[in-house]
Nanobody, 127 residues
Framework: QVQLVESGGGLVQPGGSLRISCVVS????????IGWFRQSPGKEREGVSC????????DYEDSVRGRFTISRDHAKNTVYLQKNSLRPEDTGVYSC????????????????????WGQGTQVTVSS
């Protein structure tokens, strides 16, 4: 049974940094992409970043490109999202998700491509 568990959320001031983690059990990161999605108040869940299971290539939503970095540790079956220069609009519940397709050519920030989701971790950026 596949499980994804996020951790590392919290309250941070604007301009600060935070790293959140996603531990995957019941499957291996080596074959499936992982995506990070954000649900902000009053908005639909949107894709933030993803990392390919095939070759480790990455993609980012435009507003976080250059500020966020996604990475993975196969030994720990964990994916990280390092977030720097945080802004109030980065506030939301961050959830990780596992791609439904084995060795998809490249990862995509499309919700319907993912079929296993974690419960999420709250990140609040405020002074």
């Amino acid at each position: 049974q596949v499980q994804l568990v996020e951790s590392g959320g919290g309250l941070v001031q604007p301009g600060g940094s935070l790293r959140i983690s996603c531990v995957v059990s019941g499957n291996t990161l080596a074959f499936y992409a992982i995506g990070w999605f954000r649900q902000s108040p009053g908005k639909e869940r949107e894709g933030v970043s993803c990392i390919s299971g095939r070759d480790g290539s990455t993609d980012y939503e435009d507003s976080v490109r250059g500020r966020f970095t996604i990475s993975r540790d196969h030994a720990k079956n964990t994916v990280y999202l390092q977030k720097n220069s945080l802004r109030p609009e980065d506030t939301g519940v961050y959830s990780c998700a596992l791609d439904r397709i084995y060795l998809r050519t490249r990862c995509e920030l499309v919700r319907r491509y993912y079929n296993h989701w974690g419960q999420g971790t709250q990140v609040t950026v405020s002074s």
